[in-house]
């Protein structure tokens, strides 16, 4: 899987991910870099409603592994920390 099948899964998703009260989703990491190795996890940086819990979190770390078939961490955006916040924004493609 490359950079652009995992874009177009992704956006594909977004309803099924809004039932999970997600705002936004952005690809980032290896893969929004074209560094991928075979053994690299999908990295997703993802803004939930304000009402989502840590439930929301997990339902939706399970369902992109089970749809992108591959490790998938999903970092909610208020999580990040501010000392690489700048640099994952920079390269995300939001979707």
Known sequence: MDKREI????????????QHKVREIGLFGSFARD??????????????????????????????????????DVVPKESLREEIRDAVLKEMIVL
Request: aromatic share 6%.
């Open 7 to 18: 874009v177009n899964t992704l956006k594909a998703l977004k309803p099924d991910l809004l």
């Open 35 to 72: 560094e991928q190795q075979n053994t690299s996890d999908i990295d997703v940086l993802i803004d939930f409603d304000d009402d989502a819990s840590l439930f929301n979190l997990i339902r939706v770390g399970d369902f992109l592994e089970t749809k992108l078939h591959r490790k998938v």
